[in-house]
């Protein structure tokens, strides 16, 4: 069984929990680059190395990519996931210290993310499941455009889109490839979803919506056997699709810790005034 960390009640904002928890024993994980490798066995000499099992939290050594796949490898939200930068450009991570680190762990702030649960169904009628902390992304697999259409909570909101994709981002993918195909950036705890097209050629004018968090989306390929589609939650793909459904999954929270002068808040509200 998990050790349980010491619990202090405090008062909690939106975004954030409202306890502070006391963190003792940690577990290290590490990407395989040499620089996080060596950041692993140096903060490990240094602090002991507990497993995840045992320990109250883990500290995650790498890029954003790393971070995700640690955030889903602990998706139940059992214990929290601290990321510290050894990769490039580290938006869910906190900045690189070995100094007093569990003086950093236990002043960190928690926020849960609520992953998107997509369901898919291929040209074979073969179904999958998989989960995405950034987006569901729909993209067109060869040289024509896909042929897409838009249901929301039952709904039929766009007949027919002509496009490269569509993606369906929460707040903390907002940044991420939403942003790249020039999605709104959303704040945490706005509970909202970001409903984005990638290279949209038809309706013209469209530029995506807001949803509200609790929305069902579902996502029909139109001639899908001449213009085949694919759809990727995070980094898991499922190839040649005819539909789509996203739902975020309030059962499931991974919980992140960050530095509270650089929270995930704070850092989503930064984005919107980079030059």
Same mark, same amino acid.
């Given at each position: 069984?998990?050790?349980?960390?010491?619990?202090?009640?405090?008062?909690?904002?939106?975004?954030?929990?409202?306890?502070?928890?006391?963190?003792?024993?940690?577990?290290?994980?590490?990407?395989?680059?040499?620089?996080?490798?060596?950041?692993?066995?140096?903060?490990?000499?240094?602090?002991?190395?507990?497993?995840?099992?045992?320990?109250?939290?883990?500290?995650?050594?790498?890029? =954003? #990519?790393?971070? @995700?796949? $640690?955030?889903?490898?602990?998706?139940?939200?059992?214990?929290?996931? +601290? /990321?510290?930068?050894?990769?490039?450009?580290?938006?869910?991570?906190?900045?690189?210290?070995?100094?007093?680190?569990?003086?950093?762990?236990?002043?960190?702030?928690?926020?849960?993310?609520?992953?998107?649960?997509?369901?898919?169904?291929?040209?074979?009628?073969?179904?999958?499941?998989?989960?995405?902390?950034?987006?569901?992304?729909?993209?067109?697999?060869?040289?024509?455009?896909?042929?897409?259409?838009?249901?929301?909570?039952?709904?039929?909101?766009?007949?027919?889109?002509?496009? =490269? #994709?569509?993606? @369906?981002? $929460?707040?903390?993918?907002?940044?991420?490839?939403?942003?790249?195909? +020039? /999605?709104?950036?959303?704040?945490?705890?706005?509970?909202?979803?970001?409903?984005?097209?990638?290279?949209?050629?038809?309706?013209?004018?469209?530029?995506?919506?807001?949803?509200?968090?609790?929305?069902?989306?579902?996502?029909?390929?139109?001639?899908?056997?001449?213009?085949?589609?694919?759809?990727?939650?995070?980094?898991?793909?499922?190839?040649?699709?005819?539909?789509?459904?996203?739902?975020?999954?309030?059962?499931?929270?991974?919980?992140?810790?960050?530095?509270?002068?650089?929270?995930?808040?704070?850092?989503?509200?930064?984005?919107?005034?980079?030059?």
């Amino acid at each position: 069984m998990q050790a349980q960390p010491e619990v202090n009640t405090a008062a909690g904002t939106q975004g954030k929990t409202t306890e502070t928890m006391t963190y003792k024993t940690i577990s290290f994980v590490a990407a395989p680059t040499n620089q996080a490798q060596a950041a692993l066995d140096s903060l490990k000499a240094r602090y002991g190395q507990a497993s995840p099992n045992s320990a109250d939290v883990v500290v995650a050594l790498g890029g =954003d #990519g790393f971070m @995700l796949q $640690t955030l889903h490898q602990h998706m139940s939200g059992d214990i929290p996931i +601290y /990321g510290m930068n050894r990769g490039t450009v580290g938006f869910l991570m906190n900045d690189y210290s070995e100094e007093e680190l569990l003086t950093r762990l236990n002043r960190a702030q928690s926020v849960a993310l609520h992953p998107l649960r997509m369901t898919t169904c291929d040209t074979s009628g073969h179904e999958a499941d998989a989960l995405a902390i950034n987006e569901v992304s729909l993209l067109r697999q060869t040289r024509l455009a896909a042929k897409i259409r838009i249901t929301i909570d039952g709904i039929t909101r766009l007949e027919e889109m002509i496009c =490269d #994709g569509v993606l @369906l981002s $929460t707040a903390a993918g907002s940044t991420a490839y939403n942003l790249s195909a +020039y /999605g709104p950036i959303i704040p945490i705890g706005a509970g909202l979803l970001a409903l984005t097209p990638i290279s949209v050629f038809r309706p013209r004018r469209w530029r995506g919506a807001l949803l509200p968090h609790e929305a069902t989306v579902v996502f029909d390929i139109l001639d899908a056997g001449e213009r085949p589609v694919s759809a990727v939650a995070d980094s898991a793909e499922v190839r040649d699709i005819i539909q789509v459904t996203i739902r975020e999954d309030r059962d499931l929270a991974p919980a992140v810790l960050h530095d509270p002068e650089h929270n995930m808040e704070e850092r989503i509200i930064k984005e919107q005034f980079q030059p």
